[in-house]
């Protein structure tokens, strides 16, 4: 069993930065893939970025590429996201989730989400 808490969210302006964080408890994490998810009002959920158990692989979507870059420390149980240039379209509630595969990718686990609202 693993639990996820997100945090780091909040508001920003267009080019601003914010660090996500997905702390787990659970004896698996350090063996999981974990991936960052999200969800804009009225839009369908949608993979934004994620990362192998021992971090050596790394997907992004388009959209973010040379944006956001995602990390772990398995240390410390966490996975982080840090977005930069921040663009409006980037509005939504982020969702990190961990799972046994990195690809295909299938989250077994997902936390509650943080809100990340970019003003333009």
Known sequence: QVQLVESGGGLVQ???SLRLSCVASG???SSS???WFRQA???EREPVAR???GGSRTYYVDSVKG???ISRDNAKNSVYLQMNSLKPEDTAVYYCA???RYYPFAGD???QGTQVTVSS
Request: proline share 4%; aromatic share 20%; no cysteine.
């Open 14 to 16: 267009a080019g601003g």
């Open 27 to 29: 004896r698996t994490f």
């Open 33 to 35: 893939a974990v991936g």
């Open 41 to 43: 009002p009225g839009k």
């Open 51 to 53: 990362i192998s158990w």
């Open 67 to 69: 944006r956001f870059t």
């Open 98 to 100: 961990a799972g046994g």
């Open 109 to 111: 686990y997902w936390g």
